[in-house]
């Protein structure tokens, strides 16, 4: 392949024939995992609106940033952290960012059980205007990874509402808010190094900025801005679904660009505490093509939260130890990446 194929999801949407989307979200799924999503219905005005608070924000000096830092929320695992303060691979990635999820009250009994990766957002107050851009991104975005969703569950020849009323009639929501700071003139540092994603779907608004790379077999592509359209892929769990049918594919950033870039991913994946069975027509799929990484997904037992503690614990060693252990670390105590590169 030389480009990543294009796919009106507008008949899945709006309503309409769906044959034709689901044939493509097959060939697609099976020949990169990735796909640009045109027709969604996000409207322009809210990702332009998203990206400017966004871009207000990452210009406020560290100190002011650090207000929504990471740390402060607990284990709910939201809020701020620094250039070089999330891994990939045990490597810092050059870029910093806002972790986001599901709105839920303090009475939630999620939130009461102390379930991680569960509970409020942090906003700043530096730029009011993030926060309902956020929300009403979310709850527009939840619709369109479930009617996307149906696609998938379509080229699978499933109902188009398995996902919807089996692991993601409640579904995880998470999203995030990246910014790439331009690597050095031939600098092999990374924005983010080699990886899959973890649970269903991607939904990816970037700029134009560009910087996306999906190895697709032994190649690397580009996966350049298209105006109007999202980029989609798909993820650890849907790998494990389908036995390897549909691969999740490695995907890496560099920003060469000489300015800044801003990403924004929207992840949709199945309930915290659904399990993910590979379908029982999936267990001869393509003699198992082998993973980027030599991994078996089959050999995982247990439910999403605990594949997705396990995998974001990587990324943010000590937070996650935190998390995991439910330990706090006492008033004073350095944030856990003091030490590590900040740009």
Not at 109 to 127: D, E, I, K, S
Not at 249 to 256: F, G, I
Request: glycine share 12%.
């Amino acid at each position: 392949m030389t480009a990543v194929p294009v796919i009106d999801v507008g008949p899945l949407v709006n309503g309409g024939p769906r044959d034709e989307v689901a044939r493509e979200i097959e060939v697609a799924c099976r020949d990169s995992g990735f796909f640009y999503v045109a027709g969604h219905g996000i409207p322009g005005e809210l990702i332009d609106r998203l990206a400017d608070a966004s871009r207000r924000f990452f210009r406020l000096p560290l100190v002011e940033k650090m207000e929504i830092s990471m740390e402060r929320s607990g284990r709910a695992w939201r809020g701020f952290f620094p250039v070089g303060a999330e891994l990939t691979s045990g490597r810092p990635d050059l870029k910093e960012g806002i972790y986001f999820g599901a709105e839920l009250p303090d009475d939630d009994p999620r939130v009461r059980a102390g379930t991680p990766l569960h509970g409020r957002n942090l906003f700043p107050r530096q730029v009011p205007e993030l926060r309902d851009a956020v929300l009403e991104y979310l709850d527009r975005m939840a619709r369109l990874g479930q009617a996307v969703l149906g696609g998938v569950a379509l080229s699978l020849g499933l109902p188009e509402n398995y996902f919807a009323a089996g692991c993601t009639a409640d579904p995880t929501v998470l999203f995030r808010v990246f910014h790439y700071p331009p690597s050095e003139p031939g600098s092999q540092e990374w924005g983010v190094g080699e990886h899959t994603d973890y649970g269903l779907l991607t939904l990816l608004a970037q700029d134009e900025v560009g910087g996306l790379e999906v190895r697709v077999r032994d190649e690397w592509i580009v996966a350049p801005p298209i105006p109007g359209t999202l980029v989609c892929n798909i993820g650890d769990m849907l790998d494990r679904l389908t036995g390897g049918h549909y691969l999740s594919t490695p995907h890496r950033v560099r920003n060469t660009s000489g300015r800044d870039r801003l990403s924004m991913p929207f992840f949709f994946d199945p309930g915290w505490d659904a399990e993910v069975p590979p379908l029982p027509s999936s267990e001869n799929a393509d003699a198992r093509r082998p993973r980027w990484d030599g991994r078996d997904l089959r050999a995982f037992s247990g439910t999403y939260g605990d594949y997705l503690l396990g995998k974001v614990a990587k990324v943010f060693p000590q937070l996650g130890a935190d998390v995991l252990t439910g330990d706090r670390s006492p008033p004073g105590t350095p944030p856990p990446w003091r030490g590590l590169p900040r740009r």
